[in-house]
């Protein structure tokens, strides 16, 4: 029966809905990384000749790293927690139409917070590592 089921038009036109919709998420998210690694980066290109300055006065590669992740978790954790009360506000809205999943799922929630926040890790860190690589001669000539 189940067989028979899964190949009905309702049960197809749902399924295509969902692999659209899953699409357009991952669109979102590569539109996330993208948007969030030109703001770092354009930051940092900017700060060349501060960072410069801080590894001539000792600064390790790993104040550099921690400088450049945190101005972009400063940058994530906003967005994330709109996004997780726009997302809670969504599924309440449409919460009689769900089947099989509550409102206020967790495990959902979690993922969906998750996600972006390592794609915000993973779009900050080159231009980490190029500011930690800055040569500070060069950042100091540079003007």
Same mark, same amino acid.
């Given at each position: 029966?189940?067989?028979?089921?899964?190949?009905?038009?309702?049960?197809?036109?749902?399924?295509?809905?969902?692999?659209?919709?899953?699409?357009?998420?991952?669109?979102?998210?590569?539109?996330?990384?993208? /948007? +969030?690694?030109?703001?770092?980066?354009? #930051?940092? @290109?900017? *700060?060349?000749r501060?960072? !410069? $300055?801080?590894?001539a006065?000792?600064?390790?590669?790993?104040?550099?790293?921690?400088?450049?992740?945190?101005?972009?978790?400063?940058?994530?954790?906003?967005g994330?927690?709109? /996004? +997780?009360?726009?997302?809670?506000?969504? #599924?309440? @809205?449409? *919460?009689?139409?769900?089947? !099989? $999943?509550?409102?206020?799922?967790?495990?959902?929630?979690?993922?969906?917070?998750?996600?972006?926040g390592?794609?915000?890790?993973?779009?900050?860190?080159?231009?980490?590592?190029?500011?930690?690589?800055?040569?500070?001669?060069?950042?100091?000539?540079?003007?």
């Amino acid at each position: 029966m189940s067989a028979t089921i899964d190949v009905t038009r309702t049960a197809l036109l749902h399924r295509f809905a969902a692999w659209l919709v899953g699409g357009f998420a991952a669109i979102a998210l590569v539109l996330c990384v993208v /948007g +969030l690694y030109g703001v770092v980066a354009y #930051s940092v @290109s900017q *700060r060349t000749r501060e960072i !410069g $300055v801080r590894m001539a006065l000792g600064a390790q590669r790993s104040s550099v790293y921690k400088l450049v992740m945190r101005e972009a978790g400063r940058l994530t954790a906003p967005g994330l927690a709109f /996004g +997780l009360v726009c997302s809670l506000g969504a #599924s309440i @809205s449409i *919460r009689k139409i769900l089947f !099989g $999943v509550q409102a206020w799922d967790a495990i959902t929630l979690a993922c969906v917070a998750v996600s972006p926040g390592l794609a915000s890790l993973v779009a900050s860190f080159l231009p980490a590592h190029h500011a930690a690589s800055v040569n500070p001669v060069d950042a100091l000539r540079s003007e």
